[in-house]
């Protein structure tokens, strides 16, 4: 049974840091992808980063590229994000998410990934 557990989020300010965590277990597949987003009230859910299992490639979406930094501890199971400069339109519930497969093509695609995690609120007060 695929288990992923976000942790990590919480209230922060303008400018601040939060590092969110997805714990991982039961993933079937070697190759597999290990993709964060995040879903503000009334938007669409959003691909924010990924990285593969199998050579630990990262890739980041333009609307986040250079706040956001994407690290695994292959020995814990875990997939970190690193989120700096934080701003109030960052205000979302963050999700981590496991796709089959490396679709370098979907990989900011939601209906792309199979395995949901529960999410974790990061609100950013201004």
């Known amino acids: 049974q695929v288990q992923l557990v976000e942790s990590g989020g919480g209230l922060v300010q303008t400018g601040g840091s939060l590092r969110l965590s997805c714990a991982a277990s039961?993933?079937?597949?070697?190759?597999?992808?290990i993709g964060w987003f995040r879903e503000a009230p009334g938007k669409k859910r959003e691909g924010l980063s990924c990285?593969?299992?199998?050579?630990?490639?990262?890739y980041y979406a333009d609307a986040v590229k250079g706040r956001v930094t994407i690290s695994r501890d292959k020995a814990e199971n875990t997939v970190y994000l690193q989120m700096d400069n934080l701003k109030p339109d960052d205000t979302a519930v963050y999700y981590c998410?496991?796709?089959?497969?490396?679709?370098?093509?979907?990989?900011?695609?939601?209906?792309?990934?199979?395995?949901w995690g529960q999410g974790t609120q990061v609100t950013v007060s201004s």
């Open positions: 998410a496991v796709m089959k497969g490396v679709m370098l093509f979907r990989l900011y695609e939601p209906a792309a990934y199979t395995y």
């Open positions: 039961g993933i079937p597949w070697d190759y597999h992808v």
């Open positions: 990285i593969s299992a199998h050579d630990g490639s990262r």
